[in-house]
């Protein structure tokens, strides 16, 4: 994705015109990708983005026809860190959607015992290096997308984490 974001001449484009394709955002990973190398170190692109599109991107992950999918996690942190970077701004918008109570159940998975014992068993089975998709898959891209939210000095961030998966875990 990071070949294709650097050949695409985004910076001949109006701002607006790959947010709109945001706006059209589906559920295909073909366009996650897209979207995903459209962001990918455009920091003047990513500190254009607004908070509905950060929900529409949680949205998708819990609307996906196939389950929660690590893909859109991997736009989501597109947006998060720029050339090394981290965009506060951005960190704080994504927690904030993440971390709303009507969704901990859905988009925070895998952060009790049980669910630390289930982990295990995936690992134990190999379903990380048998597939892109899956639970497992999406949790370890949820656990990137917290560690970006927690990166640079953004205490709030780092304490909002560390409350949803302790370090010692």
Not at 141 to 152: D, F, H, S, V, Y
Request: glycine share 6%.
């Amino acid at each position: 994705a990071c070949s294709i974001a650097r050949s695409m001449p985004c910076t001949d484009l109006s701002l607006r015109e790959p947010l709109a394709i945001v706006d059209a955002f589906t559920v295909h990973a073909s366009a996650a990708q897209l979207l995903a190398a459209i962001f990918n170190e455009h920091r003047n692109l990513c500190s254009k983005v607004k908070e509905r599109w950060v929900r529409a991107t949680v949205n998708q992950i819990e609307d996906s026809p196939l389950g929660p999918q690590g893909r859109h996690l991997g736009m989501l942190r597109c947006v998060l860190k720029c050339g090394g970077i981290c965009i506060k701004r951005n960190q704080n918008m994504a927690l904030k959607v993440l971390l709303e109570p009507h969704r901990r159940r859905t988009i925070l998975m895998y952060n009790d015992v049980a669910g630390r014992a289930e982990v295990l068993r995936r690992l134990d089975a190999g379903e990380h290096n048998q597939t892109q998709i899956g639970l497992l898959n999406y949790h370890l891209n949820l656990l990137r997308c917290l560690c970006i939210c927690a990166e640079g000095k953004n205490a709030m961030a780092e304490a909002k984490c560390q409350a949803v998966q302790p370090l010692s875990d």
